[in-house]
Structure formats: structure tokens, C-alpha cells
């Protein structure tokens, strides 16, 4: 069994995020954190005395203020009136549309505002991440409709329908204003939610409303999972690109380690070097180190070609994508901070500052999307090219060798569908980071719409794990034609595709027929949806390994 994470003992690892958005793995606060978060929420508890005993307090923002623009107006003068804005903040800001998030996605950012919270610059109780951890492992997801983020100050929205779940008024608890909330798959009240998960609901105190909503936990969610899919995702497409090569019967030239280490970039030095392990034992590829290619001149299309000087380009983005997030998962991102050992001569220990603002997800989510179309950009050349006759060096059009011409159109139309998906990708690909939507009386007047670029770059990933679904089909089916028009056996292929052929071909659709070779026109769209889960969960890059004993490059 899984050990439990533990928070406050170690940063959390984009590894340990999926394993708790995904896999369900249990989240437990440890001493620690605790410790850690103490002595800042001493010192708000040191204002909130001096409140209750009707000592004269100075404004500090979010704690006896209004928000944003609002802050400079008055101080409130009553405890009462601290707890009660925190309230108040979440029930206004819990104001989103949309289709609900996905499960995976409200984990995750649970788990990154707990994470978030264990820091010990946001003044709040230990019992705000402890109860984040117990709905995680109760399975009470809050119901968080997807728009409605900016990106500054923070997630506010999506963070309101969280904290709605979790929080409670001081009086009388109605249920109609508790929010929403998933449980054993049924969506209901907050109220009822954590009722039946055992779970009490907080009275929020001063400063804890907006610890609650204000950072980047959503837009950090969002990039966080998209990533972890987009680096299976190329470990995937450069298999299934090595594939659709192999069939293609295409020069070895074009990966050799000569050509990468001159021009010294290290993501295209590993993508040339992983497509070269691939495809090492193939007879069907012209030239290699020792081998001089047989056909003149050794020239390939550029979608077969420049492959690695494509996917290596994806390789070192996702890499910096990769250390944004985990940097960012681990990052104390409301506003004010509290720092507690600041010098004496400074009593304002509460410190405001813009650690909300969700440029470096912004970034890195747009990065990622236009890298990650990139992956099925030139998949998708490679499809048209296993298509057309005239280029797929002999194969049947269409790849399906029909009895009748003409009466099959095969794998005309699964081709279609790729350049659909990629063409909705040029669009999502769009920057969100460029755009600035001035707010709060022009108090918030640069936001990041970090949340948006989040949201394009989880979709575009999703199409493009389509787009190499398809080539998975395609490149399997084209690797059997290639033999039979070779007139030779499976020893004639590389262990590598071998692996993925037989992996596909014992798979079956959805609706239990089997994913086989094709020699009349069948219903696509089972085996189409069978392909894109492979592509997922990672069986493709599971098969490989069964023969290549160590992880891709």
C-alpha cells in the first residue's frame, strides 16, 4: 500500500500530485507543517486579541480591510466583523459557470492550496490544511465550474467554490449557501457532502477567507497534469513516429548522433538518440552509422527527417514547463504573506505583495500548448504521407489493400479527424498570457489569465493524444502492408514496433471486438477511442520498455 503524503516533510513532487489527483493517494499533514505554520498565525491571533480588548489596531489588509480596491475605505473595528469578511469574501466570490472541472483537477488544486497553506506565511489554523487533506481522502470533491479565473489575484473564483465547500458561517449553517460538492459520485449540497464523509465544516477567522482563495492553485493544476500527460505524450509520439518511419522504410542518416551533436541541443540529441534505439534492429531502414543507404539521396520528407529537430525542442520545453510547476506547486502564493521574524523594528509583520500573479504558470502553460501541437503538427504530415500512394513508397492507398479499389476508403477518414484536432489546436495554441483584462477599479490592472491558458493546454493535449492514437493505427497497419509487400516476416521489424503490434492487436475496442489489421472498411470509431486510451495511460511506452530495459531518453 501506498504511503501516505505527508506535508511539511518534503516538496511535493509533480509525481506525488498525480498520485493524489489520480490514483487517490491519501494527503496527511505532517508535525512539521504544523510547527512551520505556527508563528504566523500567532501573530494574527496577537491583532485579533488586541481587537477583542478594544485596543486601537492599524488597517491590515485582509484582516480588518476590504479587498482590493476596497481596502483603503475603513478598518473594522470588531472581531466579529474580521471573521465575518473572511465569510463574506467566499461567498462572494463563488460566482463561476462552465461545465464542472474534473475530479483530477479539484484534487489537485486541494492539494496545492494545502501545500500552499503548510508554508507558514498565510496566518491561518492548522485545521485549513487538515481538512483539505481529510475531504481528499473522504472523496468529497467541491463542484468547481471551470471559468471565472483571471489568473490574479490568484484563482479567486474556482478557490471561493472550494472554500464554500469547507467553510461554514459563524450563525445558522444554511444549506443553500454551502456550495456544491461530489460525493460517491453524486453531486449535492456542501453541507450534505461533508456530512456524509464525516467531515466538520470550518468557521473561517480573520485573514483565512482569503489564504483560501487567493493564489494559483487552479492554474497550477491545470499545467501540472497537462504536463505530466504531454511527457508521456512525445515519450508516445516519438514510438509511434519511429513507427510510421520504419514503414515508410525511411534513411537512417537523419538520426545519427553526428548530425544532433553538431548542432548541441540537448533535447534534439535525445529525441534523435531514443528514435535511434527504436529503430535499431530494423532491416527496413536505409543507412545507418556503419551502412551506407542504398537509396540516392538519402533524403526523407522533412515530417520524417526533422523529427527529433521538432520533438527535441518539445523535450526541452516540457523540461522547463516541468521545473515551473514543481516550483510552483510548493509555492506560498497569497497575499498578504506573514513574516513573523521580520526585524523588530518593523511591527507590520503582514507583507503585501503580488505572489498571486500567475505569469510563470501563464508562460508555461502557453509554451506548453504550442509545443504539444507541434507533436501533432507533424504527426499529422506523417499520416497524409502513410495515405497517399504516390508517398507512402508502395503502399496500398489509403492503407488498405482492398479487393475492389475504390470501395474501401480505409484510413482516409481517421486522417481527416487528425488534421481537424490539430487545426483546433492552432487556435487553443493562441497565447492566453498576452491578454490583460483590467479589474477591481483598476486596482488589479495586469492579470496573467493563467486559468485560460491552463484550461487550452489540458484540451490541447487531450486532441493530440488523438492525433498519435491514430498514428499508433495507421503505423501498425502500415508496418503489416510493408511486410507483405516486402514479402518478409516480423523478424524483419524492430523489436521495438514488434512490442507495439503485438500489445495493439491483443487489445480490443470498447465494444470487444479486437484491434486488428483491416482489409475491407469497419466502424473506426471503437478502435479510434481504444488507440487514444493506450496513448493515456501509457501502454504504448509500457510495451517498448518490455524490450528496452531501461526508460526513455
Request: net charge negative; aromatic share 4%; glycine share 8%.
Amino acid at each position: 500500500m501506498t504511503e501516505p503524503l505527508t506535508l511539511g516533510e518534503a516538496p511535493v513532487s509533480l509525481d506525488d500530485l498525480v498520485a493524489v489527483a489520480r490514483d487517490g493517494r491519501e494527503v496527511v499533514v505532517g508535525a512539521k507543517a504544523v510547527e512551520a505554520m505556527r508563528a504566523s498565525e500567532q501573530w494574527v491571533g496577537s491583532i485579533i486579541e488586541d481587537m477583542r480588548a478594544g485596543k486601537p489596531v492599524e488597517p491590515i489588509y485582509s484582516i480588518n480591510t476590504g479587498f482590493g480596491s476596497l481596502a483603503g475605505r475603513q478598518a473594522f473595528d470588531t472581531v466579529e466583523d474580521a471573521a465575518e469578511l473572511s465569510r463574506r469574501l467566499i461567498v462572494s466570490n463563488a460566482s463561476g459557470v462552465g461545465r464542472h472541472l474534473d475530479h483530477e483537477v479539484v484534487r489537485a488544486s486541494m492539494l496545492i492550496r494545502a501545500a500552499s497553506l503548510t508554508r507558514g506565511y498565510s496566518a491561518v489554523r492548522s485545521a485549513l490544511p487538515e481538512t483539505l487533506a481529510r475531504m481528499l481522502s473522504a472523496g468529497v470533491h467541491p463542484a468547481v465550474p471551470e471559468y471565472g479565473s483571471l489568473g490574479a489575484s490568484g484563482d479567486l473564483i474556482p478557490l471561493a467554490h472550494l472554500a464554500i465547500v469547507l467553510s461554514r458561517p459563524a450563525g445558522e449553517d444554511a444549506e443553500i449557501d454551502s456550495g456544491e460538492a461530489f460525493w460517491d459520485g453524486e453531486l449535492m449540497s456542501g453541507v450534505a457532502a461533508m456530512k456524509h464523509a464525516g467531515i466538520e465544516r470550518i468557521t473561517l477567522r480573520a485573514k483565512e477567507g482569503l489564504a483560501l482563495t487567493n493564489g494559483t492553485s487552479f492554474s497550477t493544476a491545470q499545467v501540472a497534469l497537462a504536463v505530466a500527460d504531454a511527457e508521456n505524450l512525445l515519450a508516445t509520439a516519438e514510438i509511434t513516429a519511429a513507427m510510421s518511419i520504419e514503414a515508410l522504410m525511411g534513411f537512417g542518416d537523419a538520426f545519427l548522433p553526428q548530425i544532433h551533436e553538431a548542432r548541441g541541443h540537448q533535447g534534439q540529441i535525445e529525441s534523435a538518440a531514443r528514435i535511434r534505439q527504436l529503430l535499431s534492429d530494423s532491416t527496413l531502414i536505409d543507412g545507418d552509422v556503419d551502412r551506407d543507404p542504398t537509396r540516392r539521396p538519402p533524403q526523407d520528407a522533412y515530417s520524417l527527417r526533422c523529427t527529433p529537430q521538432v520533438l527535441g525542442p518539445v523535450r526541452d520545453t516540457l523540461r522547463f514547463v516541468h521545473g515551473i510547476v514543481e516550483t510552483e506547486i510548493n509555492a506560498a502564493t497569497d497575499n498578504p504573506l506573514v513574516f513573523p521574524d521580520l526585524p523588530a523594528g518593523r511591527s507590520l509583520k503582514a507583507v503585501s505583495g503580488g505572489n498571486f500573479h500567475a505569469e510563470y504558470l501563464a508562460f508555461a502553460a502557453d509554451f506548453l500548448s504550442i509545443a504539444v501541437t507541434e507533436i501533432g503538427s507533424i504527426a499529422e504530415r506523417r499520416l497524409f504521407r502513410l495515405d497517399d500512394g504516390s508517398l507512402n513508397r508502395g503502399l496500398p492507398d489509403m492503407l488498405v489493400a482492398s479487393e475492389k479499389v475504390g470501395m474501401d476508403c480505409g484510413y482516409m477518414l481517421p486522417q481527416y479527424l487528425a488534421a481537424a484536432l490539430v487545426s483546433d489546436c492552432k487556435t487553443l495554441a493562441h497565447p492566453d498570457s498576452v491578454d490583460s483584462i483590467p479589474t477591481c477599479a483598476n486596482q488589479e490592472d495586469h492579470v496573467s489569465m493563467a486559468n485560460n491558458a491552463g484550461r487550452h493546454a489540458r484540451q490541447v493535449v487531450a486532441n493530440i493524444e488523438a492525433v498519435i492514437g491514430i498514428e499508433l493505427l495507421m503505423a501498425a497497419q502500415a508496418l503489416e502492408l510493408r511486410l507483405a509487400e516486402q514479402d518478409a516476416d516480423r523478424s524483419a521489424l524492430s523489436s521495438a514496433s514488434r512490442a507495439v503490434l503485438d500489445m495493439l492487436r491483443s487489445t480490443r475496442s470498447a465494444d470487444g471486438r479486437p484491434v486488428d489489421h483491416i482489409t475491407q472498411d469497419v466502424v473506426m470509431y471503437p478502435r479510434v477511442r481504444a488507440a487514444i486510451d493506450l496513448v493515456h495511460r501509457g501502454a504504448v511506452v509500457d510495451a517498448v520498455r518490455t524490450v528496452h530495459a531501461h526508460e526513455p531518453a
